[in-house]
């Protein structure tokens, strides 16, 4: 159990590494459509989707690393206050009602998936790429990537694993 926790969390750790240098390429791109379209009055049909479509990207994809590092907003004012285990019990609680909720989210965002490779999702811009068809395929990627760190979190709690440090 050790070893799946583990390697989820390097997995998603990896996946969440790149998926903040995506942010600089967003940037970049950002940059250069506003020097296309005000400096030079040749704006880009393509940077807002592409942009778009970045950012999406890199959120779907952070889900796992952000639970794994254990960076989710969380307002703990009462659990705080209890004794450690029964804020296991709520924790676990917490998990396996994310577990249930995200697990909906793959089970639906693969059949959004498969069903967009099959015809070819476009974005209907002037652009009109196929990045609905690739985000809705990313989306899924992540939520598997998120229920798989949902239950590595799980099993720490129930087993007593303890954290890897960064």
């Known amino acids: 159990m050790r070893r799946f926790c583990s390697a989820i969390d390097s997995?998603?750790?990896?996946?969440?590494?790149?998926?903040?240098?995506?942010y600089l390429v967003v940037a970049l791109l950002t940059i250069y459509e506003v020097a296309m379209r005000y400096a030079f009055h040749a704006p880009t049909i393509w940077s807002y989707e592409l942009v778009l479509a970045l950012c999406g990207t890199a959120w779907a994809l952070s889900g796992g690393y952000v639970l794994g590092r254990r960076r989710h907003i969380a307002i703990t004012l009462l659990t705080d206050?209890?004794?450690?285990?029964?804020?296991?019990?709520?924790?676990?609680?917490?998990?396996?009602?994310?577990?249930?909720?995200?697990?909906?989210?793959?089970?639906?965002?693969?059949?959004?998936?498969?069903?967009?490779?099959r015809w070819i999702d476009k974005s209907g811009s002037a652009f009109n790429s196929p990045?609905?068809?690739?985000?809705?395929?990313?989306?899924?990627?992540?939520?598997?990537?998120?229920?798989?760190?949902?239950?590595?979190?799980?099993?720490?709690?129930?087993?007593?694993?303890?954290?890897e440090e960064d």
């Open 11 to 22: 997995l998603n750790r990896f996946v969440g590494h790149a998926a903040m240098h995506v």
């Open 81 to 117: 206050l209890m004794p450690p285990g029964l804020r296991r019990g709520f924790d676990a609680l917490a998990l396996a009602v994310s577990g249930a909720a995200v697990g909906l989210l793959v089970y639906l965002s693969w059949g959004l998936a498969a069903k967009s490779l």
């Open 131 to 163: 990045l609905p068809t690739l985000l809705k395929i990313v989306l899924a990627v992540g939520a598997v990537l998120y229920l798989l760190q949902i239950l590595a979190a799980l099993a720490r709690l129930l087993f007593r694993i303890p954290d």
